[in-house]
């Protein structure tokens, strides 16, 4: 039942939504990549409605013979297979669930000739200042009025305004010199800002059938026989302008992109004669448009660009300068290309990766450190704990037990309670809260529901996701803190709840200041605010405290040995084994087992690039995970044998250390990849490197402090102890 409700609640929120003629559109553009439509869209869809409209789930159910049996083929290869029965025996058990909103369950993709298609504006980015604007706080042409379209929370999130627009084009029906509309005169401040948008190499974002607007870039790289061939990308959005000298060394000039030229790949059905968007470029111009006299506003006349006179715009025309009191003039073409490209596989050039190699290596590498750590751990479980134990069991006397040394001796304090255990039991239920939240996305990711075409999926599905395995946070931790025979299981429960969400929520509201004094749209509205605060008091914290409320009825297994009432003294430990040295030790593999992968989801966050590889990310994850657990084994065990019981912070600290190392690499890669310069996205940058590396010092420590655990009670219930 939890699982009906956590698919449901995808469905109700990461779903982008838009306005499409005066009404909502509910599925536009809810489809997995590289999948058959006919089959496993049409079941999403399907599951959509069910979710949101009884009306549409009637449609549905009238249609259902289409998903009988569909075998389709995911982006790298997965096969899934839909059965009839599992479909309808999901949909029936999510229908009962209350309408959150009424949305029409069909989306006009196909279009017939002469349909009129509007294409809709976004936010300003700019990888210089990681600040998004919006699109009309800028003096472009503005529709009257300005509708929004509805975002799920995660556009939001990440600053998404997207609206309406006056381009609009007709099906299959090129257009030449389309005017926009004419600014007479720039005032000082529309200037100053096209020059400041321009100076921070900001660019526009357009959407049209749910596809974004981009650049056309050709790239060289090499085949699998090495032969150099050249592959067609995408390069999201269009720069606002551009800087260059009038005169051969001269004072560079800011100029304005003000005519762009659109080309609309298009799929046509041979049968229906309709046809399906699949691919949305543009190529900009900057031109000083010159026309004639006088200017009509319903029909004005470009001497510049007139295709009756055969003018067409080139770059090799006189650009619009950006000065005080220059006349702009926007216009645009609409050209379409007939392709080979079907609608299922749109955003294949979007996500073409040419680096797969490089994602192979890394995968190679951290299996070599695995293989490595995996077989010291076999030595130590097959050979070296086996020896001791044999050794310790045929200890006859006291006496001979006393001349031993090793782990054994410390049987009596190695399960003595730790300081600030409440702590200790509050970061693990933390850790296994962000390591279930991790996997269930990337479950959903691999099989495509949070694919980079469904915008604002992601982040809403990890906000989420994140708030209900709170019940998690809750279990986990309050078992450990009734092992650790804590007196107040409620309080602990409270500190749970608020521990790492508080974190999280005062970094953002601090840098939500700041963002905001800049009037960028990345600054999150006061709705969303109290949507945030909301689930984590509404729904989280309620959940937390009932994970806590069920760790209290369980029973906890006894220790498999006595604790002493008097602690051991401790002896001087080697400088290799203190507890510095061997915390940053610990966390050298985990890191190099990720750092490779960590490099493309910077880019990715930082560099506005497009991250979907999410199989290669949940090789690594379990990679990881791996690593975390198996180095925390070996520095326990030896930490252990140098008769050292303090491990229970220990464990945690060694794999968790792999932070430490990637805010280091966050930094290098500041440095040297970014040309951030200002104040506020300087703190944006190293305020979120910091709340994620807290988050993976608290995911990865978990793992190795859980798997210390398990390796402790197992060694030291295998040896017979007076």
């Known amino acids: 039942m939890i699982l009906m409700m956590i698919l449901a609640l995808l469905l109700l929120f990461a779903t982008p939504f838009s306005n499409e003629f005066g009404r909502v559109v509910g599925v536009h553009g809810f489809y997995l990549p590289g999948v058959a439509p006919q089959g496993a869209n049409f079941l999403r869809v399907c599951l959509f409605c069910f979710v949101r409209s009884s009306s549409c789930a009637e449609w549905c159910l009238k249609r259902q013979r289409i998903v009988s049996l569909e075998r389709v ?10 059965s009839l029965s599992f479909s309808l025996s999901l949909l029936k058990r999510l229908r009962p669930m209350k309408q959150f909103y009424d949305a029409n369950c069909y989306c ?10 509007f294409m809709k504006v976004n936010k300003l980015t700019s990888t210089k200042t990681q600040l998004p604007y919006d ?13 929004y379209s509805a975002e799920n929370l995660g556009e939001v999130l990440r600053g998404d305004r997207i609206e309406n627009s006056l381009y609009s084009l007709e099906m299959r029906n090129d257009m030449q010199c389309s005017v926009v509309c004419k600014i007479d005169s720039l005032s000082e401040q529309q200037t100053k800002d096209f020059e400041t948008k321009i100076e921070e190499e900001y660019r526009v974002n357009m959407i049209l059938d749910n596809l974004p607007v981009a650049m056309v870039k050709i790239r060289a790289t090499e085949d699998g026989e090495g032969e150099t061939v050249e592959r067609k990308t995408y390069e999201r959005g269009y720069p606002v302008g551009f800087k260059a000298s009038v005169e051969e060394g001269g004072e560079e000039k800011s100029f304005l992109h003000n005519h762009l030229r659109f080309t609309i790949l298009y799929h046509k059905d041979q049968e229906t004669d309709l046809s399906r968007i699949v691919g949305f470029e543009v190529e900009p111009f900057s031109v000083k448009h010159e026309f004639e006299e006088p200017w009509d506003d319903v029909s004005p006349t470009l001497t510049t660009c007139n295709p009756g006179r055969m003018q067409y715009v080139t770059h090799g025309l006189a650009p619009q300068i950006v000065e005080e009191g220059s006349e702009v003039i926007f216009s645009y073409d609409v050209l379409y290309k007939q392709s080979d490209i079907r609608w299922a596989s749109r955003w294949d050039t979007y996500l073409l990766m040419v680096d797969d190699q490089i994602h192979w ?4 590498n951290s299996m070599m450190i695995v293989l490595f750590l995996s077989g010291m751990v076999a030595l130590i479980m097959l050979r070296t704990l086996h020896r001791d134990i044999s050794r310790y069991n045929q200890l006859e006397t006291s006496e001979e037990a006393q001349e031993e040394s090793g782990w054994k001796l410390v049987h009596g304090d190695v399960f003595r309670t730790p300081e600030a255990s409440g702590l200790l039991a509050v970061h693990v239920g933390t850790g296994v809260q962000i390591l279930a939240c991790t996997f269930v996305t990337l479950a959903f990711a691999i099989l495509g529901f949070l694919s980079p075409a469904n915008r604002g999926g992601l982040g809403t599905a990890m906000v989420l996701l994140f708030t209900f395995m709170g019940f998690l946070n809750g279990y986990v931790s309050g078992v450990f803190y009734k092992i650790f025979k804590g007196p107040d299981w409620k309080g602990n429960a409270g500190l749970a709840a608020m521990m790492f969400p508080g974190v999280l929520f005062g970094v953002f509201t601090f840098l939500n200041f700041f963002i905001w004094t800049q ?15 909301f689930l984590w008091f509404g729904i989280s914290i309620p959940l937390v405290y009932a994970g806590a409320w069920f760790a209290t009825k369980k029973e906890i297994a006894e220790d498999p040995v006595r604790t002493n009432k008097i602690p051991r ?22 890191f190099g087992a990720v750092f490779i992968e960590l490099f493309f989801i910077l880019t990715s966050i930082w560099l506005q690039q497009f991250y979907y590889v999410f199989g290669f990310l949940a090789l690594v994850v379990i990679i990881l995970l791996i690593t975390c657990a198996e180095i925390t084994i070996v520095l326990t065990y030896f930490q252990l044998c140098n008769e050292d019981y303090r491990w229970w912070w220990r464990s945690f600290h060694s794999s968790g250390s792999s932070a430490f190392y990637l805010f280091a690499y966050g930094t290098v890669y500041f440095f040297t990849k970014l040309e951030i310069t200002k104040k506020v996205p300087t703190m944006m940058y190293f305020g979120y490197m910091g709340v994620v590396s807290y988050g993976f010092y608290i995911l990865t420590g978990s793992i190795g402090f ?14 017979k102890i007076d």
């Open 73 to 82: 083929r995911l982006d790298h290869g997965t096969t899934l297979t839909f």
């Open 108 to 117: 006009k993709t196909d279009y017939a000739q002469d349909d009129i298609v």
């Open 135 to 147: 699109y009309y706080t800028m003096p472009y042409c503005k529709p009257n009025p300005i509708v």
């Open 361 to 364: 290596f890394s995968i190679i």
């Open 519 to 533: 009037k960028s749209s990345g600054a999150i509205p006061f709705g969303t605010f109290f949507i945030l605060v």
């Open 569 to 590: 003294q401790i002896p001087e430990q080697p400088w290799y084994m203190s507890g510095a040295v061997s915390i940053l030790t610990g966390g050298i593999l985990p």
């Open 706 to 719: 859980l798997a210390s655990y398990a390796f402790v009670r197992t060694i030291y219930s295998s040896v």
